[in-house]
T-cell receptor, first 108, second 112 residues
Framework: GIQVEQSPPDLILQEGANSTLRCNFS?????LQWFHQNPWGQLINLFY???GTKQNGRLSATTVATERYSLLYISSSQTTDSGVYFC??????????FGKGNQVVVIP | DGGITQSPKYLFRKEGQNVTLSCEQN?????MYWYRQDPGQGLRLIYY???????QKGDIAEGYSVSREKKESFPLTVTSAQKNPTAFYLC???????????FGPGTRLLVL
């Protein structure tokens, strides 16, 4: 099956700092989503982004489908940004494959 | 309110028991999914259903069973055949293919 690798696995940020999370995938995809899992376990949709660039407030994402990677940018980080960020991809079989996540801790 | 609900939030099971986790959605979504998450890991697909009365095995279906008798409901049964059931279970749904998946709050299962 398709492989999804996220880096870095762990990241500690000072509040106000910017960061970039990366998702590499092993095959062409027709769906890519970024999620944020909060400390209570809830997964929140951030972006549906099989290609191109999208922005939502302090977060933005870019997917370069031809090179098989996606980037999630966090600007001016806040403590509420802490949690695990997951990248998930789909290859047309109606099934999402998840990476292992980026654990982000923002310290005040 | 529209959304996905899962119950119970926490569930304790004795070895040898079957337990059923509930997942309900009022979003009128056709497709529903069950995932398992272990500590420090990503989500793994257990079962999914694209329409009522039809479902397919995911990557780790052994020891689990599901039913899809109604569009709104997709219960998951963890059977005694599942040797390591302690995990966080997440249910998701979406309207159709190439659409965003939305997740419920999850159920934490602990085997005593």
């Amino acid at each position: 099956g398709i492989q999804v690798e996220q880096s870095p696995p762990d990241l500690i940020l000072q509040e106000g700092a910017n960061s970039t999370l990366r998702c590499n995938f092993s095959d062409s995809v027709n769906n890519l989503q970024w999620f944020h899992q909060n400390p209570w376990g809830q997964l929140i949709n951030l972006f549906y982004i099989p290609s191109g660039t999208k922005q939502n407030g302090r977060l933005s994402a870019t997917t370069v489908a031809t090179e098989r990677y996606s980037l999630l940018y966090i600007s001016s980080s806040q403590t509420t940004d802490s949690g695990v960020y997951f990248c998930a991809v789909e290859r047309g079989n109606n099934r999402l494959a998840f990476g292992k996540g980026n654990q982000v801790v923002v310290i005040p | 309110d529209g959304g996905i609900t899962q119950s119970p939030k926490y569930l304790f099971r004795k070895e040898g028991q079957n337990v059923t986790l509930s997942c309900e959605q009022n979003l009128n979504h056709d497709a529903m999914y069950w995932y398992r998450q272990d500590p420090g890991q990503g989500l793994r697909l257990i079962y999914y259903s694209q329409i009522v009365n039809d479902f397919q095995k995911g990557d780790i279906a052994e020891g689990y069973s599901v039913s899809r008798e109604k569009k709104e409901s997709f219960p998951l049964t963890v059977t005694s055949a599942q040797k390591n059931p302690t995990a966080f279970y997440l249910c998701a749904s979406r309207r159709g293919t190439k659409e965003t998946q939305y997740f419920g709050p999850g159920t934490r299962l602990l085997v005593l």
